[in-house]
């Protein structure tokens, strides 16, 4: 098995800097923002897209957490890890802009048990994706609306994010 590291700490720093800006103004301005990450490496780039806004705007950000595990139409066939808590922000997500956040989009089936999961939790005003690596491959109509790196991959290979919170290293890498 071969690793390429196709992400390094400054790319990733550029895309979530891009993202965060195309939020804003795509959004006209941090007014009615909420930023739910997917666990696990996307509430660590929610806050830190979150914190980026809150640097460009002087708003403040509600982040929080969306676990999407038993909203998932695949628990049968694929092992899983356990569920997160969901962690809404005070006031939550009626009449928002819902930005999902998460690292990589693949099949869009984990967006699909967000959009789920969000309808169990109240009506935003609209949903938006923002993910820091888009590899195709979708097999439902979903598409990012802020993307940090397209990234054409095969079916068997494997995008791993590696973040520094939660892995200690900060990069981006393919495995075939």
Known sequence: MSTRTVL???DIARA???ISHEILESNK????????GI??????????????????SDAVIPVGALDVTMYRDDLHRNPTRAPQPTQIPPGGID???VVLVDDVLFSGRSIRAALDALQ???RPAAVRLATLVDRG???????????????PSSRDERVNVHLAEVDGREEVTIES
Do not use: W
Request: hydrophobic residues 40%; without cysteine; glycine residues 14%.
């Open 120 to 122: 169990d939790i109240g």
């Open 137 to 151: 491959h979708r097999e439902l109509p979903i598409r990012p609306d802020f993307v940090g790196k397209n990234l």
């Open 8 to 10: 390094h700490q400054a």
């Open 16 to 18: 979530l800097t891009r």
């Open 95 to 97: 009449g928002r802009v």
């Open 29 to 36: 301005g941090p007014e009615g923002l909420i930023l739910l």
């Open 39 to 56: 666990p696990t490496r996307g509430v660590t780039l929610a806050h830190r897209v979150g914190r980026l806004i809150e640097e460009f």
